[in-house]
Every structure is written in C-alpha cells, then in structure tokens.
C-alpha cells in the first residue's frame, strides 16, 4: 500500500484558516469511530466546531449501518462536533441541509487542493468517475432541550491505490490518487475541507441555501437519471430523478404509475439508498 506523509497536528493547522471548525483538534492513530468520539466529547461538553481525525478506524461506518473500509496512513476521516445550530432558520430545515452542503464543501476543497472535480450523489455521495471516492454520515442528538448537536462525520479516500480495496469494494470504489497518480498532502486537504464546510454552514446559517441549493445541483450526478429508490417498509420506486427542492429532498418522477404514486406526480424523497440505473 502507498504510504503517504502522516497527519500531524501542526501540518493541520499551518494552513488552518477556519475561526472556530478544527481549532479545538484531536488527532488519533486509531479510533473506532470518529463519530463515536466526537458524540462522546460533544455528550461531555465539547465545543461547537471540535473535529476529531483519526489516522485509521477499526469500525469506520457510513449510512444505514455499512460499514466504512478504513486503512491506515492514506485517507481521511474525521468528525466534527457542531451545536448551538438553528438559531436563525428553523431547526429542520437547517438539518436538512447539513449532509448536502457538506458533501458540496468536500467537493469544492479536492477542486482546491487536488484540482480534481467531483461529482455527487443524492444526497451526500462523493463520485469519481462514477465511483465513490467519499461519504458523510451526519447524527444529531441532544445535550438538552435547547441544545441540538449534530456531528458530522467524513471519510475521504485520498492516496489509496486500488489494489489496496477490498474485492468488494474494487469495482464501485476509488480514490483520488487513482486519478492523479501522485500523493496528496492530506494535512492540506483536511485543512482546506474544515474551511470549506465553515464557510457553507456560515452562508446557510445567515442567507440560507439559494445559492448552495445551485451549486449542489450542479454538481449532483443524480439529476436526470433513472433511480431506484429503496425506502422505507421495504418499499422500492422506480422514478427519473429531476431536482432538488428549497430543503433538500430529491424530487422524483415516478417511471410507471401506481395507487401509491401516480405516474404525473413529482415527489420528494428525504431518505433513501438511491441506485442509478444504466441508461
């Protein structure tokens, strides 16, 4: 396995240029889940913008329970601790976003540091050509009744070479050193996507989604495709997708009609696995 140049607090926070996301750090050789951790410091007091990093995870998860591949020394993952939250929109509306712009965030930081271009899928995939280079899996909770937190966690392949994937994983998979063929400095990265997440919460929190709603959806390789979407109750729906709505659900239209959902009717889905369907 490539062996690229280790995190360190100090490479970090050379480029660091966030005011309150990553100035309390934790960096770890291993954890078994950033997320885990940064709810159990988020529980005991921790504050708003705390990030955990570990080098490797041995429980690494991602949505629905999956599990997230998690190797030492090539990628990223890393959680961040966000609480007094909602205060100038309504909280759910606020929630709805986080997953979406933080995947946009993630994008927008490998164009910077990386000059690569990444895709999404709906709602917080990271595609390289057509093959998931990163995932955010956001949880939120409660330190009291007037305290939502929601800690946002990432994990980035960055300079794990394909042969290092599990066989499972080879053929849906990547990362962007796949592409570029070189390392990429981590340190730089990590600190270039804690600043492009600050920046994205702070434009929600002031002047809302408009504008990330737009640059989302430009991004979004969803749109335009047929899915299949897996919902709850073990429900399945066959529907071309065709937009984001102003909170975020992706809005279908179904290929057949039902009694469930006539054919005519423009839905908005707000959870589920979507599976992208060959043309």
Same mark, same amino acid.
């Given at each position: 396995?490539?062996?690229?140049?280790?995190?360190?607090?100090?490479?970090?926070?050379?480029?660091?240029?966030? %005011?309150?996301?990553?100035?309390?750090?934790?960096?770890?050789?291993?954890?078994?889940?950033?997320?885990?951790?940064?709810?159990?410091?988020?529980?005991?007091?921790?504050?708003?913008?705390?990030?955990?990093?570990?080098?490797?995870?041995?429980?690494?998860?991602? !949505?629905?329970? !999956? +599990?997230?591949?998690?190797?030492?020394?090539? #990628?990223?993952?890393?959680?961040?601790?966000?609480?007094?939250?909602?205060?100038?929109?309504?909280?759910?509306?606020?929630?709805?976003?986080?997953?979406?712009?933080?995947?946009?965030?993630?994008?927008?930081?490998?164009?910077?540091?990386?000059?690569?271009?990444?895709?999404?899928?709906?709602?917080?995939?990271?595609?390289?050509?057509?093959?998931?280079?990163?995932?955010?899996?956001?949880?939120?909770?409660?330190?009291?009744?007037?305290?939502?937190?929601?800690?946002?966690?990432?994990?980035? #392949?960055?300079?794990?070479?394909?042969?290092?994937?599990?066989?499972?994983?080879?053929?849906?998979?990547?990362?962007?050193?796949?592409?570029?063929?070189?390392?990429?400095?981590?340190?730089?990265?990590?600190?270039?996507?804690?600043?492009?997440?600050?920046?994205?919460?702070?434009?929600?929190?002031? !002047?809302?989604?408009?504008?990330?709603?737009?640059?989302?959806?430009?991004?979004?390789?969803?749109?335009? %495709?047929?899915?299949?979407?897996?919902?709850?109750?073990?429900?399945?729906?066959?529907?071309?997708?065709?937009?984001?709505?102003?909170?975020?659900?992706?809005?279908?239209?179904?290929? +057949?009609? +039902?009694?469930?959902?006539?054919?005519?009717?423009?839905?908005?889905?707000?959870?589920?696995?979507?599976?992208?369907?060959?043309?």
């Amino acid at each position: 396995m490539l062996r690229s140049a280790p995190l360190t607090l100090d490479d970090i926070r050379s480029t660091l240029a966030t %005011k309150s996301l990553g100035q309390r750090l934790y960096l770890h050789h291993e954890l078994a889940s950033t997320n885990s951790e940064a709810s159990a410091l988020a529980q005991a007091g921790a504050a708003h913008g705390t990030v955990v990093v570990a080098e490797s995870q041995s429980s690494g998860r991602g !949505r629905q329970t !999956r +599990s997230w591949y998690s190797p030492p020394g090539a #990628n990223i993952y890393c959680s961040v601790v966000l609480r007094g939250i909602g205060q100038e929109r309504p909280l759910m509306e606020w929630l709805s976003w986080v997953p979406l712009i933080t995947a946009l965030a993630a994008a927008e930081a490998v164009q910077t540091a990386a000059s690569l271009t990444l895709s999404l899928k709906w709602p917080n995939d990271l595609l390289l050509h057509e093959r998931k280079v990163g995932g955010i899996l956001c949880e939120s909770s409660h330190a009291s009744a007037d305290d939502p937190i929601v800690v946002i966690g990432m994990g980035l #392949n960055v300079n794990l070479p394909q042969e290092s994937f599990p066989d499972d994983l080879r053929l849906t998979a990547t990362s962007l050193f796949e592409t570029l063929r070189r390392p990429i400095d981590r340190n730089r990265l990590l600190a270039q996507l804690l600043f492009e997440l600050e920046q994205a919460l702070d434009e929600l929190r002031f !002047r809302g989604p408009q504008r990330l709603c737009h640059a989302y959806t430009s991004r979004c390789h969803t749109l335009g %495709k047929r899915v299949r979407l897996l919902l709850g109750d073990k429900q399945e729906l066959l529907a071309t997708a065709e937009s984001i709505s102003t909170d975020g659900a992706l809005q279908v239209r179904p290929l +057949s009609a +039902s009694p469930t959902w006539p054919s005519s009717t423009l839905i908005d889905i707000r959870a589920a696995d979507v599976i992208h369907l060959r043309e």
